[in-house]
């Protein structure tokens, strides 16, 4: 079973404010107050008005990311930063191979990254997605990693996101329903 990210990630709330107007915008609630805005080619119309486009060569740390992140796309990102740190994240795994690549805007402006890694042989907290959860903020908890621990391991795809924002789940709704198995 494959897995696939191709999203923000943010404060909750800062998250909500940024795209109360947007109609392609649906927040996946994470742990530790964060959310999560699964990059859909609809949610990329809305913000630049152009499709998006895809790299077609392998990602590298030359080219971190499948997705573009055209000027038009960056600068509504680097504009909400403006109101807290904002990551961009992508993952694609299958069969034991994959890549991970991330970067974080604070201030309206670049401020880590972008990073990546498609060999993921260093200690977890470097990974680039897990390196740019502790630039957010992410504290560190009981789980695994920062991935696990804001919930990124919940869903395996856009669609899985996409899902569980439109149903308001929270970030410990599988944690629940395993309490609620075992406690029948």
């Known amino acids: 079973m494959g897995y696939q990210l191709s999203a923000v990630v943010a404060d909750a709330e800062l998250l909500r404010e940024q795209t109360a107007g947007l109609d392609h915008a649906v927040l996946g609630e994470l742990r530790q107050d964060f959310a999560l805005l ?6 990329v119309v809305e913000l630049t ?3 998006p486009d895809y790299a077609t060569d392998d990602r590298s740390a030359a080219r971190p990311f499948d997705l573009v992140l055209s000027p038009a796309l ?7 930063s403006r109101s807290g740190p904002v990551a961009y994240v992508e993952a694609e795994f299958g ?11 604070l201030g309206g402006a670049l401020s880590w ?31 695994i990693d920062p991935f696990a621990e804001v919930g990124l391991h919940l869903e395996r795809n856009t669609d899985g ?20 198995w075992e406690n029948q």
Not at 99 to 104: D, G, I, L, N, T
């Open 113 to 143: 990254g972008p990073r990546f890694d498609d060999v993921l042989d260093g200690p977890r907290e470097e990974w680039p997605i897990n390196a740019a959860l502790v630039q957010l903020g992410v504290e560190r908890g009981t789980w």
């Open 95 to 105: 069969g034991g191979v994959g890549h991970q690549s991330a970067v974080v805007w």
């Open 74 to 80: 960056v600068e509504p990102l680097a504009r909400w």
């Open 49 to 51: 008005g152009s499709l």
């Open 38 to 43: 699964p990059i859909t080619p609809q949610l």
């Open 161 to 180: 996101w996409l899902t569980h924002g439109r149903r308001r789940l929270s970030a410990d709704y599988w944690d629940e329903l395993v309490e609620q």
